[in-house]
């Protein structure tokens, strides 16, 4: 069993960045990691996702080219580096881990319980 914890959300200006962290309670140095987003009466939203050796990146189309997905194994520790924020990117911020399909997929067996983003002036 592997808990995630994140941290790191508040509340940030239009064009503004946050950095927000998720850090494991046990080694997860194996799986493939993911964020995902929700705003009330949505659906999950894929964010990004990381292979194992930090090798392989991938991105949803509406954060690409603005958000950065990175992992520290020996501290195990999930980051997302949030650029050029928008009032779209508001939401509930979820790390998962260990997806059983596709990692855009939402299907992971481990997830956090969340952080809060707000971009507003």
């Known amino acids: 069993q592997v808990q995630l914890v994140e941290s790191g959300g508040g509340l940030v200006e239009p064009g503004g960045s946050l950095r927000l962290s998720c850090v494991a309670s046990?080694?997860?140095?194996?799986?493939?990691l993911g964020w995902f987003r929700q705003t009330s009466g949505k659906d999950r939203e894929f964010v990004a996702a990381?292979?194992?050796?930090?090798?392989?990146?991938f991105y949803g189309d509406s954060v690409r080219n603005r958000f950065t997905i990175s992992r520290d194994n020996a501290k195990n520790t999930l980051s997302l580096e949030m650029n050029s924020l928008k009032p779209e990117d508001t939401a509930v911020y979820y790390c998962?881990?260990?997806?059983?399909?596709?990692?855009?997929?939402?299907?992971?067996?481990?997830w956090g319980q969340g952080t809060q983003v707000t971009v507003s002036s």
């Open positions: 046990s080694r997860f140095s194996s799986y493939t």
């Open positions: 990381i292979n194992s050796l930090g090798s392989a990146r």
């Open positions: 998962a881990a260990h997806p059983r399909g596709e990692v855009w997929s939402g299907d992971y067996d481990y």
